[in-house]
Each structure stands twice: as C-alpha cells, then as structure tokens.
T-cell receptor
Framework: GAGVSQSPSNKVTEKGKDVELRCDPI?????LYWYRQSLGQGLEFLIY????????KSGLPSDRFSAERTGGSVSTLTIQRTQQEDSAVYLC??????????????FGAGTRLSVL | AQKVTQAQTEISVVEKEDVTLDCVYE???????LFWYKQPPSGELVFLIR????DEQNEISGRYSWNFQKSTSSFNFTITASQVVDSAVYFC????????????WGAGTKLIIKP
C-alpha cells in the first residue's frame, strides 16, 4: 500500500501474555518510529530505527518492551508479560531518511491494545 | 530543555467561525523545526505543515494558516470558516538537535466544530 500499515488494528490480551505489533512502513522510507498514545493523551516516543539499527531506544518504558526491524522494512514491537498499564494505542511512523528533523513522519492508523 | 505547550485542552466553536490553536515552544537550539499534525476520530495522524526556524513567513493553505513568531516562540494555527470535518485533535511538535531531532509533542488541542 501507499501508506504506513499497522496490524492488528485492535488487540485484546490477558495480563501476563506477550503481544507482537507489526508496522510496515512506506516503501523507500529508511527511518521508522514507534510511539504510544494513552487515552486522551499526547504521543510518547518509544524507539527509532534507521535502517535495521535502533540508535535511540530511550523511550522504551521497561525491559518488557523490545523492537526489531528486519530488511530495513517491517518492524515488530513486542511487549512481554503485558500489564494493564500497557493498554494504549501504539502508533508507527516512517520518514524518508535521517536526520528526522529534515523529514516528515507519516503515521499509520495504530494498534489499539487492551490488556484485561 | 525542549518543550511544546498547547495550553488549550479543548476548544468548541460553531461552524463557520474562525478558530486559532496556540502553540508555544522552548528550545535553546537556533536550528529547529516545527510541525502541526491533525488526528481525526479515525486515529491516524495527518501531517499538516513543517516550518524551519529560519523561515518566519506566515503560510496559508486554503482555510488553514500558520503564524510563526520567533520573538514569542509561538507557532499558532488558524482555521478560517471552520467546518465540522475540522473536528479533530491537533498536535504541535518541535524537532531540534538537543533532542537528537526526535519530535517533542505538545499535549494536543481537541477542536470541536458544532454544526
């Protein structure tokens, strides 16, 4: 597709289970970003990839969160042993190249995660 | 430290009224970038504009206009003759070297346009 694609669009899981969220960036975009947005709140930066490398993981809230990117394209955000406070919308964005300041980030529709 | 403040949590106006969304930013960098994004109820953030710190010209795009004033560190967004479809949450964001060029986001302003 032409835009950033995220799957699943909705995920309901039980506390303690692991979840994987997927992001397929715009073709040709080398930079990829993950954000978290809690209900009615702004965006919280999680991690940034340039190619397959993650130069900035500063936003990951705990060691239960990890992300990888393979082939410079698809990225997966994994949350292990989910907690109720992990419930949020997880947004992915991509941009043409680094540095991010000179590039516009385009967003996917997000994955709404609900931890029961 | 870098910061973006959108003091208006929620604004409600009647259709066809003009409305201005405020954005005030803080940065020590002399080179920086400012952005506005729109998040409609569908949830997907839509890019509206990017402005670099060396370009203080105001910009107009249809019913949308932006006023960038370095003297007051503000980058305000005005919608003229608002329409119901403008209802959304609007985010202002800042990108600069101090934050490794990651976007620093404001908390957003929820705009409600009543018919």
């Amino acid at each position: 597709g032409a835009g950033v694609s995220q799957s699943p669009s909705n995920k309901v899981t039980e506390k303690g289970k692991d979840v994987e969220l997927r992001c397929d960036p715009i073709s040709g975009h080398t930079a990829l970003y993950w954000y978290r947005q809690s209900l009615g709140q702004g965006l919280e930066f999680l991690i940034y990839f340039q190619g397959n490398s993650a130069p900035d993981k500063s936003g990951l809230p705990s060691d239960r969160f990890s992300a990888e990117r393979t082939g410079g394209s698809v990225s997966t955000l994994t949350i292990q042993r989910t907690q109720q406070e992990d419930s949020a919308v997880y947004l992915c964005a991509s941009s043409f190249s680094a540095p991010p300041s000179k590039n516009i980030q385009y967003f996917g529709a997000g994955t709404r995660l609900s931890v029961l | 430290a870098q910061k973006v403040t959108q003091a208006q949590t929620e604004i409600s106006v009647v259709e066809k009224e003009d409305v201005t969304l405020d954005c005030v930013y803080e940065t020590r960098d002399t080179t920086y970038y400012l952005f506005w994004y729109k998040q409609p109820p569908s949830g997907e953030l839509v890019f509206l504009i990017r402005r670099n710190s060396f370009d203080e010209q105001n910009e107009i795009s249809g019913r949308y206009s932006w006023n960038f004033q370095k003297s007051t560190s503000s980058f305000n967004f005005t919608i003229t003759a608002s329409q119901v479809v403008d209802s959304a949450v609007y985010f202002c964001a800042l990108s600069a070297m101090d934050s490794n060029y990651q976007l620093i986001w404001g908390a957003g302003t929820k705009l409600i346009i009543k018919p």
